[in-house]
């Protein structure tokens, strides 16, 4: 009997002991197979990396078209094939890859700009933007954006007119409506910023109309130096952001964040900038405010310009410009939404030479009465009237206590705070463009022209393309003592009829003396 348990004993022993080795033995070969599974997938495409969907070797990009691409031929060994210059409507993002440029993909969206930008910043803004969408773009060009080595390139790039600030066209906006009405009339005749945010809002109502002939669905304003960011869509995609708004909105409040440079040797801000200041409106309000003294180092503001954002306008009847930040409509308040989670981002002053450049492009004098009769912003005003007077070596000293974030042990602060952020997309998107030789194939494909055909190009642009309306934009602003007098007289009439609301200016964020006023609110 002691025997027969023995026997028992140990055959139960001996069992356990086979089932824990094929136990370990199964939970060892596991893992080793799912890894070997994996690989073979990921080898064979079965598995879409999550690093490479924004890479440049990715065969979509939201946003865009999703037809196929086409096979082209070419005789070249370079990677890059250069724009057709026929009448396809097909572009080349890299390799032999085309996209049709006029989908009907809906909505459709345009962006009208006011520049005097070289290539260098306005190819990686476009294009940016066409990637997350954008098909169409007024651009309104002076300066280097209007010499022939720059204007030759842009007039090449499918779903882009170019429009010349030429006599012809500052006639026609001298007939605009909004010339002759009140809500702008604040802003006539001053130099420097007001003059521009005038431009940029006679070049807006020429816009629309452009727009509405395009069959245009949203209108956006944005300066050379913004990106939207379509964050809290489905996918990085403005389109896709717009199509979800519903149908009886009509203007889209995009709250902007603010570059905060690490360095003060930027040159490509597009490609070296990933951290931003958010804005008040995507933040909780004792963390603004909380945070307001660190977040703003001794500057006037806690952004360095504006902090009102920008707009996007869905296309009907009777809407206008309100200034170079919001739209309005003739008959009635427009609904409104502001997101919240897409932003534009602002890379201000994020080149030491910024500095200068705006300082060259004003004639006021560098003291603290005159800057207010040409810049709106009180940081603009000290940043002038630095490199006015300033020995190189002081700018950049000051350059770099009030603009650039030096010390790492804040920047992690307020990171964790959330006052800043890190957005790489935009900087994924334009290096993965730039690698794949967009830019360069768009400059290598453009046609070379005399400075006689440049010119006569200039006078048919304006009278083809920037012709919209005969009622439409700008004069000379404050050069003709008659048509001051005219203007005045018109407003004197307009103001016994009606009081419009003045056009919305850039704005700084809320201060701290607006704290109260905020939370009684």
Same mark, same amino acid.
Not at 298 to 310: A, M, R, V
């Given at each position: ?23 370990l033995l199964l939970l060892t070969l596991l893992p080793l197979t799912l890894a070997a599974f994996a690989f073979v997938l990921q080898w064979r495409g079965g598995v879409t990396d999550p690093a490479t ?39 080349? $993002? $890299? ?172 040159? +490509? ?66 609904? +409104? ?53 300033a020995t190189e070596e002081e700018m950049l000293n000051w350059y770099r206590q009030h603009i650039v974030w030096t010390d790492k042990a804040l920047n992690m602060k307020l990171l964790r705070k959330g ?8 900087m994924v998107i334009i290096q993965g463009l730039r690698e794949s030789g967009v830019f360069s194939s768009v400059i290598a494909s453009a046609p070379t022209m005399s400075k006689d055909k440049f010119l ?66």
């Amino acid at each position: 009997m002691a025997g027969l348990h023995t026997s028992l004993r140990g055959s139960s022993s001996s069992s356990s002991q086979s089932f824990s080795s094929k136990l370990l033995l199964l939970l060892t070969l596991l893992p080793l197979t799912l890894a070997a599974f994996a690989f073979v997938l990921q080898w064979r495409g079965g598995v879409t990396d999550p690093a490479t969907r924004w890479s440049p070797e990715a065969q979509k990009f939201p946003g865009m078209d999703s037809s196929p691409p086409t096979t082209i031929g070419h005789a070249s060994s370079s990677d890059c094939v250069l724009l057709s210059r026929g009448s396809s409507p097909s572009f080349p $993002y $890299y390799r032999d890859w085309k996209f049709d440029v006029e989908s009907d993909l809906k909505p459709k969206i345009c962006i009208t700009t006011s520049t005097s930008a070289g290539l260098e910043q306005i190819l990686p803004w476009m294009f940016y933007h066409k990637v997350i969408g954008v098909s169409t773009f007024f651009l309104f060009v002076e300066g280097k954006a209007a010499s022939p080595n720059v204007s030759k390139v842009l007039e090449s790039i499918p779903g882009v007119k170019v429009i010349y600030r030429t006599k012809e066209l500052e006639e026609q906006q001298a007939k605009s409506r909004i010339w002759n009405e009140t809500w702008l009339s604040s802003f006539f005749y001053k130099p420097c910023n007001y003059e521009l945010f005038v431009k940029q809002s006679l070049n807006m109502e020429m816009a629309i109309v452009m727009a509405r002939n395009e069959g245009v669905d949203w209108i956006l304003h944005l300066d050379t130096d913004e990106l939207m960011h379509p964050a809290g869509a489905s996918e990085y995609s403005l389109r896709q952001l717009l199509h979800d708004v519903p149908g009886n909105v009509d203007m889209v409040i995009f709250p902007n964040y603010e570059s905060s440079i690490e360095r003060d040797d930027i040159k +490509e801000p597009f490609s070296q900038v990933s951290m931003f200041k958010k804005n008040y409106d995507h933040l909780p309000k004792d963390t603004y405010f909380g945070m307001y003294k660190e977040s703003t180092r001794g500057n006037p503001n806690y952004f360095l310009t504006y902090g009102n954002g920008k707009s996007a306008a869905r296309i009907q009847d009777h809407l206008r410009p309100n200034g170079a930040h919001r739209w309005h409509n003739y008959m009635k308040t427009p609904n +409104e939404i502001k997101l919240e989670e897409a932003a534009v981002l602002h890379y201000t002053y994020t080149k030491f030479s910024d500095l200068t450049s705006r300082r060259d492009r004003c004639g006021c004098k560098p003291t603290n009465e005159d800057v207010k009769r040409c810049f709106m912003l009180e940081f603009d005003r000290a940043a002038f009237i630095i490199a006015s007077t300033a020995t190189e070596e002081e700018m950049l000293n000051w350059y770099r206590q009030h603009i650039v974030w030096t010390d790492k042990a804040l920047n992690m602060k307020l990171l964790r705070k959330g006052i800043l952020t890190r957005i790489y997309a935009p900087m994924v998107i334009i290096q993965g463009l730039r690698e794949s030789g967009v830019f360069s194939s768009v400059i290598a494909s453009a046609p070379t022209m005399s400075k006689d055909k440049f010119l006569s190009s200039m006078g048919s642009t304006n009278s083809s393309k920037a012709v919209a309306s005969e009622s439409l934009p700008s004069r000379k602003f404050g050069r003709s003592k008659e048509s001051k007098a005219t203007a005045r007289r018109t407003l004197e009439i307009a103001d016994t009829v009606s009081h419009v609301a003045a056009a919305v200016p850039p704005l700084s964020p809320p201060g701290m003396d607006d704290e109260r006023l905020v939370i009684d609110a």
